[in-house]
């Protein structure tokens, strides 16, 4: 499931969810390894991780990285502000093309696999970025790269 909605005042908010059939156990790490998110971001976006790897991931730590956002190159940097391993963590922008971007991932058990729900509350101010939003008012891909969406204080 994909949603995508405009919560008002240059806020929007990106909500997926999937099932995949393997354990919390198994998925959870896998998307809390930072190294992990090359590997599914779209490869025109240029995405690599500046931080030196592997990222110890807890509550405060800080990733950079540098990629590509409708050709513009750019610097990201984001902050892991809740850590609650197996269950959820929170990624915020504290630097990057985003006016806001906090993005919750949570994870639960469920009949046949682990359900993993993705929340991107985001206020995008730079010119690029808002004149693509406005052309489209639905993402384009199931998938919820940095590049995509991000999350906002009313979170």
């Not at 354990?23 to 896998?30: A, L």
């Amino acid at each position: 499931m994909i949603t995508f909605a405009n919560l008002g005042g240059g806020r929007h908010e990106l909500h997926t969810e999937a099932v995949l059939p393997l354990s919390r156990g198994e998925v959870f790490p896998f998307f809390a390894a930072a190294e992990n998110l090359e590997r599914i971001t779209p490869p025109e976006l240029a995405f690599r991780i500046v931080t030196p790897t592997p990222v110890d991931i807890r509550e405060e730590v800080r990733i950079d990285y540098r990629l590509r956002l409708f050709g513009v190159p750019f610097s990201w940097r984001t902050r892991i502000s809740e850590w609650d391993p197996p269950h959820a963590f929170i990624d915020e922008q504290e630097a990057g093309p985003y006016h806001t971007w906090i993005h919750r991932h949570e994870f639960v058990e469920v009949t046949g696999g682990t359900r993993m729900t993705d929340r991107v509350v985001f206020d995008c101010r730079w010119p690029p970025c808002r004149r693509r939003r406005c052309r489209s008012s639905a993402p384009s891909s199931g998938g919820s790269s940095p590049t995509g969406v991000g999350r906002s204080d009313g979170y």
